[in-house]
């Protein structure tokens, strides 16, 4: 672990006595005697004071555990994660295995607080026939006045990281954390209390939720159902219907193939933008109930004051292609 140096540069000027008598008779000499006496203790003062910080560091700069275990699946088997907190990496790799790593780091206790600390984790990893079971809690002390036990709480910390065949669905649960999620074959399905959610490339479903945080995915074959309370959602490409909204931040959307279904994009407090190829057909409705609207499309544009919409048929009709923001502007611009 790399840990930072602290700049020990400390403007401490030794003063002589005003009574001793310089060895020096010039005013040069004086001033040579002066500045490299004071020199000589600042190094000292600069290296007395590495060494104590050094100390310092040393003593209850954590610790790290690693579980690791390993499992015989077949393709399309199920990945069911339940934490309260910590990051998620979920990898695809070759072959009929499933690998699951948990990264514990104890920091900023002592070497004998480690163990307690430690202790305090329950966890769990198992597997039921084609499925793989992890589950994760960390035991809060009791509240005291002022919440003092939350800063207990932040010293622990979990990086939970699975290897799953290419073929695999995953069903998570994360009371606090991002989660990372890269491409697959399969289903997935999440919730996360706090934190970014980021999908790659998926031939499947995508269903999830979190309470704020920024939600990205590359591209998704089938429907997508997209949630943050706070937060922007990113979806690059989709090729069924979609589902996505948010409390506060922006959608951006890219469509390049016929939607199968209706989509609907909402933000309380954001811009919501599609980028859609010419030959995809859809019925457009799209308002913003105070901000602006734009589209490059030949849907012509109403509006009262602030209120801004436009709404119509392309291609001839299709699903529907709802657009809504609250406060912040909407468009529909070519890709």
């Not at 959608?251 to 190829?277: C, F, H, K, W």
């Not at 308002?287 to 602006?292: E, H, K, P, T």
């Not at 734009?294 to 001839?316: H, P, V």
Request: proline content about 2%.
């Amino acid at each position: 672990m790399q840990i930072g140096h602290r700049d020990s540069r400390c403007p401490v000027h030794y003063a002589r006595n005003p009574s001793e008598k310089s060895p020096y008779s010039s005013a040069q000499d004086h001033l040579y005697y002066n500045f490299y006496g004071d020199m000589k203790r600042s190094i000292f003062f600069f290296i007395a004071l590495s060494a104590i910080t050094s100390l310092l560091f040393a003593v209850g700069s954590g610790e790290d555990d690693t579980i690791k275990r390993t499992f015989k699946v077949r393709p399309g088997g199920s990945l069911f994660l339940d934490i309260d907190r910590g990051t998620i990496r979920i990898r695809t790799i070759s072959g009929s295995e499933v690998h699951v790593v948990l990264e514990r780091r104890v920091k900023g206790v002592d070497d004998d607080e480690i163990k307690v600390f430690l202790e305090r984790h329950e966890w769990g990893i198992r597997q039921d026939g084609n499925r793989i079971l992890v589950d994760s809690r960390f035991e809060d002390e009791e509240n005291t006045w002022g919440g003092g036990y939350r800063k207990k709480s932040s010293k622990f910390r979990l990086n939970v990281t699975v290897l799953v065949p290419e073929h695999f669905n995953i069903d998570f649960l994360n009371g606090f954390g991002n989660v990372e999620i890269e491409d697959l074959v399969g289903e997935i399905v999440g919730r996360t209390g706090a934190g970014n959610i980021e999908i790659g490339d998926i031939e499947g479903s995508v269903d999830v939720i979190t309470g704020a945080g920024n939600i990205v995915i590359d591209s998704v074959d089938g429907y997508v159902y997209a949630r943050s309370g706070a937060g922007n959602v990113e979806i690059h490409e989709v090729a069924g219907k979609i589902s996505a909204t948010t409390g506060a931040g922006n959608i951006e959307v890219t469509m390049t193939r016929q939607p199968q279904g209706d989509s609907e994009l909402s933000s309380g407090a954001g811009n919501v933008t599609v980028y859609m190829d010419a030959d995809i057909a859809v019925d457009v409705s799209a308002r913003a109930s105070l901000g602006s609207a734009r589209c490059d499309f030949n849907l012509k544009i109403n509006g009262i004051w602030m209120s801004k919409s436009f709404e119509g048929r392309l291609n001839g009709g299709g699903p529907a292609l709802v657009l809504h923001s609250g406060v912040g502007n909407v468009s529909l611009l070519r890709n």
